[in-house]
């Protein structure tokens, strides 16, 4: 166990209690400031009905695990711990150490503090954010009942087990295997004369993970790639890719609308509309209401209705394309989310993005991250 940072009647300082703190945090898994503050208010409620106030707010929970404290709220200091289901007994012992505690100042051996606070796995306040989602690690035997332990193995295992940074190297690997994806999809649709498209899913993923100009790299390149396959007419829909990578792109990265199931069901259906928008006059004026994909066969059947030919490739290629959009976003959905939980995806919470979220699949149709962090007030 580490030596205390105590003042001259031997009481150790808030840093000493903080410093603690961050070890318990670690070795729990680096769960978020978010999740500690939701258990806060569910250990309450448990223990006072649902008319108990609302718990603390992700800032106030945060703050309590910042160095450089005049004072710690006891209180809350115990309701953390408690979070992060320490032993029962060991409880009151962390509520003591911070009642008891001293400011931390240089005039009460700040300097001398530094170095239990750099043995914390988690030094820098805003890297502590930075630590990713992981379930809570059981207590076991080994958790020092006195609210002081040390745990460098536990904080090891932690660092070797969190995600890596999203580097340059994976954004290229991303978006070249994405230009792959989108290629097979249109080899498929070519060879089986499907009446779909399965060339956006490649698009998706790296407009969504990366960024939405990168998806439009992706977009030209996979859209240059499909010449072999279905002619120089795909040059010309490059536009209709890079529209969807564009609205996906923004659509869940500004807009936030990757955070539920729901707002991501709506944006596919938004990228489906826009990419007719842009397709429809290009099958009209340049290909004169046709290209022989298969999704034609309803064009012709339409017209024998008595439909006008505008308004049958409207309506045959946006049943199409709603039907393709949503199969090819949430196929991307899962590839991405299978990405966020290896590498830390730079523009979503945790990966020091501004507030943004990705939905869980792990969790019900209508939840989301963001509903976690909105049930404590800010």
């Excluded at 004072?71 to 060991?90: F, N, T």
């Excluded at 012992?93 to 005039?107: G, I, K, L, M, N």
């Excluded at 966020?340 to 979503?348: E, F, G, K």
């Amino acid at each position: 166990m580490g030596d205390n940072v105590a003042d001259a009647e031997g009481r150790e300082t808030c840093d000493s209690v903080v410093a603690d703190l961050r070890r318990l945090r670690a070795a729990s898994g680096g769960v978020t400031f978010a999740e500690i503050a939701l258990r806060i208010q569910e250990n309450r409620r448990r223990k006072g009905g649902p008319d108990v106030p609302p718990g603390p707010a992700r800032t106030t929970v945060y703050d309590a695990f910042r160095p450089g404290r005049a004072r710690l709220d006891s209180r809350l200091v115990g309701e953390i711990v408690e979070a992060l289901e320490v032993p029962v007994e060991s409880v009151p012992r962390w509520v003591e150490r911070a009642s008891a505690a001293r400011p931390s100042s240089s005039d009460l051996g700040l300097d001398e503090a530094k170095p239990a606070l750099e043995s914390a796995p988690a030094v820098r306040a805003e890297h502590i954010e930075s630590v990713p989602d992981r379930p809570v690690v059981p207590r076991g035997p080994n958790l020092d009942v006195t609210g002081q332990t040390e745990l460098p193995g536990q904080a090891d295992e932690h660092t070797q087990g969190a995600k890596r940074p999203f580097t340059w190297g994976l954004v290229l690997g991303v978006m070249a295997l994405s230009i792959l994806i989108n290629l097979f999809g249109h080899f498929v649709v070519a060879a089986f004369r499907l009446p779909l498209f399965f060339d956006m899913v490649g698009t998706a993923i790296t407009a969504i993970a990366i960024g939405p100009w990168a998806g439009v790299i992706v977009a030209v390149a996979s859209n240059t790639g499909g010449v072999w396959l279905s002619g120089p007419q795909s040059l010309f829909f490059s536009l209709v890719n890079i529209t969807g990578a564009l609205v996906w792109g923004y659509g869940a990265r500004r807009f936030r609308m990757a955070s539920s199931i729901p707002r991501f069901f709506l944006l596919n259906i938004i990228v489906a509309v826009c990419c007719s928008a842009v397709a429809v006059p290009i099958i009209l004026i340049l290909f004169h209401g046709g290209t022989g994909h298969a999704a034609e066969n309803v064009v012709w059947t339409l017209q024998m209705l008595g439909q006008p030919q505008g308004l049958a490739v409207l309506s045959s290629n946006l049943v199409a394309s709603v039907t393709d959009k949503l199969i090819c976003g949430f196929v991307a959905l899962a590839v991405i989310a299978f990405i966020a939980q290896r590498w830390t995806i730079p523009w979503l919470n945790g990966g020091g993005g501004e507030g943004a979220d990705l939905v869980d699949l792990s969790k019900g149709p209508f939840e989301s991250r963001a509903d976690e962090t909105h049930r404590t007030p800010h």
